[in-house]
């Protein structure tokens, strides 16, 4: 599965909408429709460089290379609780780890948003 940036706002179901900058699946989205919205410039694929590269995540990298994890975008195709099993590690480690890297190296500087 790949996982995308919203680079323009979507609308999902009633009353729903996805901001600039979220990254997500886009699970619900089959592929003539992801088509679609990569040729009106609304998704981007991610695009980061491997885990091994970002500052702090030496020794973290080493430990998820180990479970065959090399890439933000495997690290985020799996959830918490299978990854820490991977690595033995806490789920709730692991969620952390998510989190910084959501928010610390895939999000939009608060400038980029719309």
Request: hydrophobic share 45%.
């Amino acid at each position: 599965m790949a996982i995308w940036r919203v680079l323009k706002p979507l609308s999902k179901g009633f009353n729903k909408v996805i901001p600039v900058g979220t990254i997500t699946g886009l699970e619900w989205v089959d592929e003539k429709g992801l088509g679609r919205l990569q040729a009106g410039g609304a998704v981007t694929r991610i695009s980061a460089p491997p885990l091994h590269k970002l500052p702090g995540w030496n020794l973290r990298s080493k430990r998820l290379r180990e479970a065959g994890v090399t890439t933000a975008e495997q690290f985020l195709e799996l959830g918490d609780a299978e990854l820490a099993e991977r690595i033995g590690a806490d789920p709730r480690t692991v969620a952390k780890w998510r989190a910084e890297l959501l928010a610390r190296w895939l999000a939009f500087p608060k400038e980029r948003r719309r």
